[in-house]
């Protein structure tokens, strides 16, 4: 064979191989743990019933989990192992008295899980699912109602539902339990008529308890009116003592809060005297301090004043006064220097021409006297004239003092007046006004000239001149 034919024979074998592998795969077949997997076929087996009887039976079951299934050999099916609710309604069923009524009740029922159960419900409903599994269990539960209604009254029935549920349930167990399956629980939910039957049941006691319901409200709203007056008495008492405490209390309050005030505007009365007396001691305190104050600058101020007039005095005599003693020794010296520069050009003019005749020397004899008369006059006139510019001289420089004296005050920026601003401003102009008074006694006392006498001098002899012409 060749190659390609081995490839080929090896893929077949390989699929095949795959192909059993998974049919083997889909034989191994599970359930959950609400199901029950019945295996038929293969080799019987024999069991046991509950009440000793053995036989052999063609199938085999597991409860949840998962088995394998032989191919071709055995079949498995599952039968529901849950629990179902079925809703019974009996819409018309005679009761023991013969009344119609409507019943409607619920149930859960499931298969036991028990061998011998899961057997008899296999051999029953395999195959039918669970929804043959309800029809017949509900037909059996709707049958065992009416069986229970018809040996019950209606009033058995409205007050004893339980005693019905049990009944239905005894009566249903056995077909049950030959099915393999039980009732877990079933009630009675609702049971009506159409005549009012059971309306009508319920009006006597409606009508007593009504009756019942207004006697004990009756009885409650008297016990509640008692309880209620016997609580405002009381209330009222209550409500008497304490306003009558409060008034008291309030009394006493009143009282205390009167005395406290008396004793509050006591004190009070006390402590502004005090104040009073304090605060006029701290006033008279503070003029006596503001008139120590105005003493001490009184006395500076007079320091201050003292030291100004001295400071004037010494720029006085050394400005005005030994400038003018310096003027006045120079115009004298200058009056000598005069008188010696003419004698002396006379005598060298003598002694020149000397040489000259007795005329000419009488000629200059003459007119020498006459030269030294003159300077003579000059002389006197200027002595005179150097007394009277002096005293010009002094009058020119008065304005130029009293500038001096007053020139400080503009060189001050400012000026703190303690006191009245008024007198202080005054008194300032005044002590301005008293240096420039004290100038020609200044004056006189440096340098003996009388400045007012010269002036008095003065307008006596223009008066005389202006008489005179």
Known sequence: MSLVSWVIVVAALVVLFALFILSLAKQYRKVGPNE???????????????????????????????TFVLPFVEKAEVLPLEVFTLNMDIPESLTAKGVIIRAVGQA???????????????????????????????????????????????EQIYQNR????????????KAFDSMGMTILSFALREISDSVGYIESLGKPHIARAKSEAEIAQAEANKEAAIKAAQARKEGDIAKFQAETEVARAGKEYEVQR??????????????????????????????????????IEKTEAIKVEDLEIARK???????????????????????????????TLFKGKMAGKRSEGMIEAELIKAKGESEAEAIAKKAAAM?????????????????????????????VDKIVMVGNSGDGASKITGQVASVLAQLPAVIESLSGVDIKEFLKNLAQKSSADKTDK
Not at 116 to 134: D, H, I, N, P, W
Not at 162 to 173: C, G, P
Not at 272 to 280: N, Q
Request: proline fraction near 2%; hydrophobic fraction near 40%; aromatic fraction near 6%.
């Open 36 to 66: 029950v997997l019945v295996i038929s076929g293969g080799r019987k087996r024999t069991v046991t019933d509950p009440d000793g009887t053995r036989h052999k039976i063609g199938y085999r079951m597991h409860v949840g989990g998962g």
């Open 108 to 154: 859960q029922v499931k298969v036991k899980s028990d061998d011998y159960s899961v057997r008899l419900a296999a051999e029953q409903f395999l195959g039918k699912g669970l929804a043959g599994m309800k029809d017949i269990a509900q037909q059996i539960l709707e049958g065992s109602m009416r069986a229970v209604l018809g040996s019950m009254t209606v």
């Open 162 to 173: 339980d005693e019905f549920a049990e009944m239905v349930t005894k009566s249903a167990r």
């Open 258 to 295: 009167a005395s406290f005030q008396a004793d509050i505007s006591q004190k009070r009365a006390l402590a502004d005297s005090a104040y009073d007396l304090e605060r006029l001691r701290i006033a008279q305190e503070i003029k006596k301090q503001e008139y120590q104050l105005k003493q």
């Open 313 to 343: 005095d010494k720029e006085l005599q050394a400005t005005v006064i030994k400038v003018a003693e310096a003027m006045n020794k120079q115009s004298r010296i200058e009056t000598d220097a005069e008188a010696y520069k003419l004698e």
């Open 383 to 411: 002595a005179s004239y150097n007394q009277a510019a002096l005293y010009q001289m002094y009058i020119e420089a008065l304005p130029q003092i009293a500038r001096a004296v007053s020139e400080p005050l503009s060189k």
